[in-house]
C-alpha cells in the first residue's frame, strides 16, 4: 500500500516507486509543480531588478501601471479591431 502524492489517499501500486493513485493526480501534480516553477522564476527575475537597480523602483512600478492602463483602455475602448488576413 502506497499514499498519493497529490491526494494522500492511499493506493495500490501498479508498479514500483508509483506515487500517484492515478493520471489525473499525476497530472494535477505536475501542472501545480510547473505553475510554482514560473512564479518563482518570475520572482528570482523580479527580485533581481530589484537588486539591480534600488533607486527609482516606486517611480518605474508607476510608470509601468500607467502603461498597463494605456493597454486595457486601448484594448477596451470599442474601436474595432482591423485584422488584416
Ligand atoms: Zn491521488
Given at each position: 500500500m502506497a499514499q498519493c502524492k497529490e491526494c494522500g489517499k492511499g493506493f495500490i501500486e501498479n508498479?514500483?516507486?508509483?506515487?500517484?493513485?492515478?493520471d489525473y493526480c499525476r497530472g494535477a501534480y505536475h501542472r501545480r509543480r510547473y505553475r510554482q516553477q514560473k512564479v518563482e522564476e518570475a520572482e528570482d527575475r523580479r527580485e533581481a531588478r530589484l537588486n539591480g537597480d534600488g533607486r527609482g523602483t516606486e517611480e518605474e512600478r508607476q510608470k509601468a501601471s500607467e502603461v498597463l492602463a494605456r493597454i486595457i483602455t486601448q484594448s477596451t475602448s470599442g474601436r474595432p479591431r482591423i485584422r488584416r488576413i
Open positions: 508498479r514500483p516507486f508509483q506515487v500517484f493513485c492515478n
